[in-house]
């Protein structure tokens, strides 16, 4: 069983910064990619960003991409989202998820379903 714990988030006004983390409590092969999703207020939860453990791969959603960065510590079995330029728009709770998945499309990575493991979310806030 894997546990994962986001923390850093906070309150920032548009265009300023924050990092969050995501701390699993064990990793094993198994737990192949990491995912960053999100849901604001009245609206499904979003993908937002994947990076696989081993190799670092990285995607995004089109909405993030060229402002937030997604990076892994393996020695920490921590991940990490850096969020710039933020905008109101990007206030929401947001969860780190963790998948056993070896195979991927495009598709699978943006897909809540892929994922087996999640953790109970951090606010992030923007002020305009």
């Known amino acids: 069983q894997v546990q994962l714990v986001e923390s850093g988030g906070g309150l920032v006004q548009a265009g300023g910064s924050l990092r969050l983390s995501c701390a699993a409590s064990?990793?094993?092969?198994?737990?192949?990619?990491m995912g960053w999703f999100r849901q604001a207020p009245g609206k499904e939860q979003e993908f937002v960003a994947h990076?696989?453990?081993?190799?670092?791969?990285?995607y995004y959603a089109d909405s993030v991409k060229g402002r937030f960065t997604i990076s892994r510590d393996n020695a920490k079995n921590t991940v990490y989202l850096q969020m710039n330029s933020l905008k109101p728009e990007d206030t929401a709770v947001y969860y780190c998820?963790?998948?056993?998945?070896?195979?991927?499309?495009?598709?699978?990575?943006?897909?809540?379903?892929?994922?087996?493991?999640w953790g109970q979310g951090t606010q992030v806030t923007v002020s305009s």
């Open positions: 998820a963790a998948s056993q998945k070896t195979i991927w499309t495009v598709q699978s990575m943006g897909a809540i379903i892929s994922y087996n493991y």
């Open positions: 064990a990793r094993t092969f198994s737990d192949a990619a």
């Open positions: 990076i696989r453990w081993n190799s670092g791969y990285t």
